[in-house]
């Protein structure tokens, strides 16, 4: 699958089947992680995998939306250490695995970490040293069927030349 193509088939599942994804795909995807791009080339990204079922039910049940996450093969934890621009290196990465992921026919769901009422919580379960931003909780797996492409606004709408 093309780059192009991977962007535009990219989809929010929440539904996982019951498979395991290689050690061999989970380290490529971080692999493709580690070479977003970075403020200043600080990379203050860490990735954290979750594969244990029980780790998973726990995050899930600490999180307001992710409850799904308990289902999925794996969760990658984007978390930055805090720089200046943690948050837009933190979101590049995630991006990153949601599309590498897709590239090899998994599919998963950004759920919010920064700000967020449990992300504490997390990076305390975690054992996540002070100094670090929760970023995403990415819950990645096979799913029987890709969701279709929801309605999006047109091109039209949203593409301005010169100003808007």
């Not at 493709?32 to 791009?37: M, Q, V």
């Not at 950004?110 to 970023?135: H, N, P, Q, S, T």
Request: net charge positive; aromatic share 8%.
């Amino acid at each position: 699958m093309d780059a192009i193509e991977c962007i535009k088939k990219r989809r929010c599942v929440r539904e996982y089947l019951n498979k395991e994804i290689s050690d061999k795909i989970i380290k490529d995807i971080i692999d493709c992680a580690r070479l977003a791009p970075s403020a200043r080339n600080i990379q203050p990204w860490e990735f954290i995998v979750i594969k244990d079922k029980k780790h998973l039910k726990s995050i899930a049940e600490m999180t307001d939306y992710g409850k799904f996450i308990k289902d999925a093969a794996i969760c990658i934890i984007v978390i930055c250490k805090d720089t200046k621009y943690y948050l837009e290196d933190g979101c590049n990465a995630s991006m990153n695995i949601l599309l590498s992921a897709r590239a090899y026919g998994i599919g998963g769901c950004w759920i919010a970490g920064d700000k967020k009422a449990y992300a504490e919580k997390i990076l305390k379960f975690l054992e996540v040293k002070g100094g670090y931003k929760l970023i995403s909780l990415l819950p990645l797996g096979y799913c029987k069927d890709f969701p279709k492409e929801p309605e999006k606004r047109k091109i039209e709408e949203v593409m301005h030349i010169e100003k808007l």
